[in-house]
Every structure is written in structure tokens, then in C-alpha cells.
């Protein structure tokens, strides 16, 4: 920043206190400490009433001096004011009206003033007096930061449109000096108003004869028309002048082509575009994928260190990364996140290793590597950024750039990338713990603010609202529909008290599930209602959405494969519900397709790294085994057909959302039941088969990533304490116990 260094004499005007107007109702008050560097002296302003707000400033003098300066609005009265200098005698003043008071001399006051001190004026014209006082469209305030800005500075370099962003808002570009250090603020100073820009400024890394490029975004409801911006920063102040001329480009896609290439300046609009609503992000990701960076790794060498960053979500709360490294002669430091502004953020300080293997240069070769996956909290979201930049960091202190390939933005994609970050055999209670949890907690989230109800059909559903809803989920296996209705149809009782909800959290199959349905209906006659969730989102969030549908008293959380044997099952299962308060929910027996033991209950046990399993008690044992066949109080029971009161479900919240595709879901639906002071039950006269787990198998990424490892590390993180007091009481060092289940007709627990 320079400035006028003209010789002009010290006015010394302000060696009495004196006042002057710098907006329509605010008055500063002015007064000079000669030789007295700032702080080293107090003074105060005392008014009989004191005005609020009252804000006051130093600035220092060009002889070692200091200048104060207290801002208020006076009264409509003229008003006594005492100002005490510490070691010097204090002096009253007389403060009249605002409309009686002459306007500031903005070169009078920055005459005796230190560089320093006229901008610490501006500054604070600008953030404390401008916000303080609400003076952002005060016209004689605009008037009075003009006048300094002219002061300090009095031919502004251009600012120039680069292109429209998106409607009605601008890409800007100018040059700061590359001394100017960080820029603190942004303020745009119009005809109209003096506002701060919400928009954050990215300044290029490489200074062109003295000068760095800086791009910032501004929003205007027309073109932009000229009009100066403010940069504050530590080390000064720079003033630019917005260039009348058209845009350089006729729209963003044009530049991108030709700048988007160039990273700071990409992630900066991409983080920009991803905060906008209607369709910021998707046009961040589709400039992205048109212009991709080309990836970069560092290859394997028996020699030199090698690594390759693979993984790389920008997710809300923090940036998931992995990949592998190889340093054979211990010459790797670190690998590190490169920040937008070009800060190294190192990932060891978050991250899990295990061993890996990484493709040799000879096709379909494997070398033995060592793996990571790193998550990195953030203050502020990148965005919809598809390649974060690394760099991996040697002993030497020379880096090497490490781009990945563009990564996935859809929530589901993600995270089914997140549960292949680390191999099931390597995923412990610490990847899970700081890693891989906040990162799935993330995505789970987002995931759930997508899915809706996108379309609901109704197949002769009575006004009259039935005693029972069953709740049945489908997700893309309708293989045992025609079963699994036959066997209701031929149930009298089900027939005449229930409803039956089906769920598609599949939407791709929705003309062949109601072309299925429909007939189905036209064959049976039973009433059914058949709700389309917009996306795939789970089993928790399929069952939560179909008994939001339901109007029974009674709630049936029934899995598609799940076929009643005979009849009389629902019959058994839903009247001890209504008539035994103390019951909280209850489960009947499930055999396989042979006959065998699927369900006979629920109990936990832990597994060898202390985490809780759920398991069904006799498992495979013959259908008619007897210690089965005893109605007893059990830990939980299976989610496959779960028998409750719609109250009790609401109560609770229904099923938690934030298992991974579905698993634990039921168990722990069990223990906030049990939190209630209810009870569980199983009831093994009621007896369907269970072909277990048809759809979940259709899900590769459960089946092959750490979904169900997670799960269980998440039950156990939010139900340890309940499951170990639960268990102990229920087996009672006797192994399975199998006590007689006995509910008294004593008032529901409301604890």
C-alpha cells in the first residue's frame, strides 16, 4: 500500500476534543495525547447519560503520539462530556446535536497520522463503527470511506469480470501484491451501500512480477456495475476498482475449459458451487468430471518410496482418505492433504495401517504393500471436491504431487467405497472408533435427508381402520410374495383384521411389483397398500416409512421371505400385546425350509475382540426340539416377523436409521423396548419359515465390505453396558436359560 507523502503540516486541530458527523446520526468525537505511545496512557469519556453503543479507538501519530477517537450517537440535546487522561488534566466538552456538527475531514484527521494509523481508520470504519451503528447504507458514511479510500489511495488497480457463475452472481479477478499477506476481509463499496462479501477470496501461489492473481465471487442482481472492493488484511489495505467491461467469457463452462485445470482455483469454485441451492453441487460435479485432474501416483520401485492415494471423499464433517505406501529405505515422512491455500495437512495423525497389495508393473502382478485409511476432520466441507490433493513428503523435505482419480459424489456409492477402505480382516475396534465411523455416521445422513415417499397405491383398503398393520419391506427379491400372500389369505383371522403395507425400497422394479400386486390382489382380496420410497435406503428407513402408513393398533414387522406355515400364527402373536401391559413386543418361531431351527429367540454373546453377536437360540436344531417349544421372556427377538403395539414403535422412535443396508436394526428395536421397563417375549405356537436372508444377499457390498463388522462395533458402542447387565440377569451362569415366560396384568412401566 502506498501512500500520499505530500508535506503536509500538523494541523494540531485535534488538540482540544472536537466532534463531526461521519453519518446522518453518528458523531466521533476527536482528541490528540502528544507524546505518548498508544496504551501507554488511559482515557475515558464520561456523560451523564452514557450512549450506547459507545465505541472507541487509538491511532497512532506520526510524532509518537496518539489519537482517540470515540464514535456515538449524540443526543437531541447539547450534552456534557469529561474527558480524563491519565497525568494530564481533563478537559469538558460540550457535544451538540448531530445536524449541528461539521462533516469529518478525512484529510485533516490522516495529516499527523502514522500509515499505520490511517488504516486502523478504514479498518474500523469498515468492521466495529460500520456494524456497531448499522451505517452499511448510511450515505454520509459511504461518503466518509470514500474520502479515505481516496486518501490512502488514489488510483485503484482494475478488478475485472471473469464470467457468470451462476445467475446473478460473478467471478472476479484482480492482482494483490504478493507482501500483502492473508486477507482478513472483503468489502464491496457500491453508489447505494458498503457490505461485506460472503464469499471467501482464494490468491494464487505463484507471484507474477511482484503481484499474485486473487479470484472472489460477487453477487449482483444485474450486471455488475463499477464499484470498488476493499481488501483488509494485517499488513494493509487494498483498494481495486470493478472494471465496467463484460464479461471475458461468455459462461463458466467456457472458462473452465481453459482455467480448470489450474487446482486452487478449481477447488475454490467447486467449494464455491457447492454451497449454492438448485443444482450448485451438480454443476461443481459435472465440471469436474468433464475436466478431470490427471491422476497421479508415485509407482513402486525396489529403491524409492511409492504411494497411492485411491480413496479420497469430501464428505460433510471431514475428508476420508486412503491408499498405500512402500519405503523400502525409509525415506518417507508422511503423506499429507494439500488445503486450498496450499497448507500440508499430514494424515498420520488420524490413521489405521494395515498390510495390502498394490498391482505390480506386470499385468495382474501383486506386490505386498502397506495399507491406510486416514479421516481428517475439517472446519469448513470441501464441497462437492471429486479429487482432493495430496503430496508424499520425503526425509529430504522434497514432495511429490499424488492426485487420485475422480471419486464418487452419490451417497450410497460412497458409502460402499468407505466399507472397502479396509479389509474386513484388518478392521478393528480403532479404524471403526475414528476412521470409519464419523465417516459412514456422515454419509449415513446425507443418505437419509435423499429418500422419501415418492408414491403410494392403494388396493381396497376399508375406511375403517384394522386391528393389525403388517409392515413388509421388499428389495428387489418378490420371489416369495405369492407365498407369503397365500398363506395370509388363507388365515380367516388375517383376512378379516388386517392390512398389509408393502414397502418397495427398491424403485427400479416399481411396474413389476405393481403389476405383481395387482393381481395378486384381484386373486386374494386382501387389503394392501403399496408405498415407493424415492431410493434405496435401507431396511430401517423401509419399515419407519410403512408404519408411518399404518392404522392397526397392533404392528407387524415382517420380513418378504418370511411364509406363514399355517394358520393361527397372527392370532396368537397380537392379542398378549393388547392385553398384557407389561409386553412390549413379541416373536414367534421360525423354521427353515427343511424344518430346522432359524429363530427361537435372541441372546448375545461376545465375540473374541469383545464385541456383542446377536444369535438365535437352537439354531439348527430340529423344528420340534423341545427345549424350543416353552414360551418364555427372551433378550430380543428376530426383526424378520416382530409383533408390537403402533404406540409402543412410536414411543421408541421405531427402528434406529443408522445401521449400515440393515442389520441390528431388531435387536436393537428390543433393547429400547426393554429401556421402557418392557418385556420381550417369544411365542413358539405361532410358527412361520424363514428363507433367511434372500435380500441382503443381493447386496455385494455387505457381503464383501465391513457392513455387518460395523454394525456390531455400533450396537456394542451404544448398548454394551444394557446387553452385559441383560445377559448376566437372563442366564444367571446357566448357559442358556429357557425360564417359563410369565407377564403379570400389571400397569405398562412409563419409565
Same mark, same amino acid.
Given at each position: 500500500m502506498t501512500f500520499d507523502d505530500g508535506t503536509r503540516g500538523a494541523s494540531r486541530i485535534f488538540q482540544n476534543a472536537e466532534a463531526f458527523r461521519i453519518s446522518s446520526d453518528v458523531a466521533v468525537l476527536i482528541r490528540d495525547i502528544p507524546g505518548t505511545p498508544p496504551g501507554a496512557v488511559k482515557s475515558t469519556l464520561a456523560m451523564p447519560e452514557q450512549p450506547v453503543p459507545l465505541v472507541s479507538t487509538t491511532l497512532p501519530l506520526?510524532?509518537?503520539? @496518539?489519537?482517540?477517537? =470515540?464514535?456515538? &450517537?449524540?443526543?437531541?440535546?447539547?450534552?456534557?462530556? @469529561?474527558?480524563?487522561?491519565?497525568?494530564?488534566a481533563s478537559q469538558t466538552f460540550v457535544l451538540r446535536p448531530i445536524a449541528e456538527l461539521p462533516c469529518l475531514d478525512v484529510d485533516a484527521l490522516f495529516a499527523d497520522l502514522s500509515p499505520e494509523g490511517c488504516i486502523k481508520f478504514l479498518n474500523n470504519l469498515l468492521t466495529a463503527w460500520r456494524s456497531a451503528f448499522r451505517l452499511s447504507r448510511d450515505q454520509l458514511f459511504i461518503a466518509v470511506v470514500e474520502d479515505a479510500l481516496h486518501a490512502l489511495k488514489a488510483r485503484p488497480r482494475p478488478a475485472n469480470v471473469v464470467c457468470a457463475v451462476t445467475e446473478g452472481r460473478y467471478l472476479v479477478e484482480t492482482a494483490i501484491s504478493r507482501d500483502f499477506g492473508d486477507i482478513s476481509a472483503v468489502y464491496a463499496l457500491g453508489a447505494n451501500a458498503i457490505l461485506p462479501l460472503p464469499s471467501q477470496v482464494v490468491v494464487g501461489g505463484h507471484p507474477e512480477q511482484g503481484v499474485r492473481p486473487? %479470484?472472489?465471487?460477487?453477487?449482483? /442482481? &444485474?450486471?455488475? $456495475?463499477?464499484?470498488?472492493? *476493499?481488501?483488509?488484511?494485517?499488513?494493509?489495505?487494498?483498494?481495486?476498482?470493478?472494471?465496467?467491461?463484460? /464479461? $471475458? %467469457?461468455? !459462461?463458466?463452462?467456457? =472458462?473452465?475449459?481453459? #482455467?480448470? +485445470?489450474? /487446482?486452487?482455483?478449481r477447488e475454490f469454485v467447486v467449494r464455491w458451487l457447492s454451497g449454492m441451492p438448485e443444482g450448485g453441487a451438480a454443476t461443481a460435479i459435472d465440471l469436474q468430471l468433464r475436466r478431470p485432474l490427471p491422476a497421479r501416483q508415485i509407482g513402486k520401485s525396489a529403491m524409492h518410496p511409492a504411494a497411492e492415494v485411491d480413496l479420497a471423499l469430501a464428505l460433510s464433517g471431514g475428508l476420508l482418505s486412503g491408499g498405500w505406501f512402500h519405503d523400502p529405505a525409509s525415506a518417507l515422512a508422511g503423506i499429507d492433504y494439500l488445503k486450498e491455500d496450499g497448507t500440508a495437512?499430514?494424515?498420520?495423525? !488420524?490413521? #489405521?495401517?494395515?498390510?495390502? =497389495?498394490?498391482? +505390480?508393473?506386470?499385468e495382474g502382478a501383486r506386490t505386498d504393500v502397506t495399507g491406510f485409511a486416514a479421516w481428517l476432520p475439517l472446519n469448513e466441507p470441501l464441497g462437492a471436491l471429486l479429487q482432493p490433493r495430496f503430496q508424499m513428503r520425503l526425509a529430504s523435505g522434497a514432495v511429490k504431487s499424488l492426485v487420485p482419480k475422480p471419486q464418487p459424489f452419490e451417497p450410497?456409492? @460412497?458409502? !460402499?467405497?468407505?466399507?472397502?477402505?479396509?479389509?474386513?480382516? #484388518?478392521? *478393528?475396534?480403532e479404524a471403526f472408533r475414528t476412521i470409519l465411523a464419523p465417516a459412514l455416521q456422515d454419509v449415513e445422513q446425507r443418505l437419509g435427508r435423499t429418500i422419501k415417499v415418492d408414491y403410494v397405491k392403494d388396493y381396497g383398503l376399508p375406511q375403517k381402520a384394522p386391528m393389525v398393520s403388517i409392515v413388509v419391506p421388499l428389495y428387489r427379491v418378490l420371489d416369495f410374495l405369492r407365498f407369503q400372500l397365500s398363506g395370509m389369505a388363507t388365515d380367516p383371522w388375517v383376512a378379516s383384521n388386517t392390512e398389509i403395507i408393502y414397502v418397495l425400497d427398491s424403485p427400479e422394479i416399481q411396474d413389476e411389483t405393481e403389476h405383481l400386486l395387482g393381481g395378486l390382489h384381484l386373486l386374494h382380496g386382501l387389503p394392501m397398500k403399496l408405498v415407493v420410497m424415492s431410493r434405496n435406503g435401507g431396511y430401517a428407513r423401509a419399515c419407519n416409512a410403512g408404519a408411518r402408513f399404518a392404522r392397526g393398533s397392533v404392528l407387524v414387522m415382517l420380513n418378504s421371505d418370511v411364509v406363514p406355515s399355517a394358520p393361527g400364527w397372527l392370532q396368537t402373536l397380537a392379542p398378549p400385546l393388547l392385553e398384557q401391559e407389561a409386553l412390549g413386543a413379541i416373536g414367534p418361531k421360525l423354521i427353515f425350509e427343511d424344518g430346522s431351527l432359524q429363530h427361537a429367540g435372541l441372546y448375545f454373546a461376545r465375540d473374541r475382540r469383545g464385541v456383542w453377536l446377536n444369535h438365535h437360540f437352537h439354531k439348527g436344531m430340529p423344528g420340534d426340539y423341545a427345549p424350543a417349544q416353552v414360551p418364555r421372556a427372551v433378550p430380543g427377538v428376530t426383526g424378520a416377523c416382530l409383533v408390537t403395539l403402533r404406540d409402543t414403535y412410536e414411543r421408541v422412535g421405531g427402528y434406529t436409521e443408522d445401521y449400515v443396508i440393515g442389520d441390528y436394526e431388531d435387536s436393537d428395536l428390543c433393547l429400547k423396548i426393554r429401556r421402557c421397563g418392557l418385556e420381550i417375549a417369544y411365542e413358539p405356537s405361532a410358527c412361520l419359515y424363514h428363507f433367511e436372508r434372500r435380500s441382503i444377499r443381493r447386496s455385494q457390498d455387505y457381503m464383501r465390505g465391513v457392513a455387518s463388522q460395523y454394525n456390531a462395533w455400533l450396537h456394542t458402542e451404544r448398548w454394551d453396558a444394557d446387553i452385559d447387565e441383560l445377559m448376566a440377569d437372563y442366564l444367571g451362569g446357566a448357559g442358556e436359560a429357557v425360564a417359563p415366560f410369565s407377564v403379570e396384568a400389571t400397569a405398562r412401566s412409563a419409565a
Open positions: 506520526a510524532d509518537g503520539g @496518539q489519537r482517540v477517537l =470515540w464514535a456515538m &450517537r449524540p443526543g437531541k440535546e447539547p450534552q456534557r462530556a @469529561q474527558i480524563s487522561v491519565e497525568s494530564s486473487c %479470484y472472489l465471487i460477487i453477487e449482483s /442482481p &444485474r450486471a455488475p $456495475r463499477p464499484s470498488f472492493f *476493499v481488501f483488509l488484511g494485517k499488513k494493509g489495505v487494498a483498494v481495486r476498482e470493478l472494471s465496467a467491461r463484460t /464479461p $471475458r %467469457y461468455a !459462461n463458466l463452462q467456457k =472458462w473452465w475449459a481453459e #482455467h480448470g +485445470g489450474a /487446482p486452487v482455483l495437512v499430514p494424515l498420520d495423525g !488420524n490413521w #489405521h495401517a494395515f498390510p495390502a =497389495w498394490a498391482r +505390480g508393473a506386470d450410497a456409492a @460412497q458409502r !460402499n467405497r468407505i466399507l472397502r477402505a479396509v479389509p474386513p480382516q #484388518h478392521a *478393528v475396534d
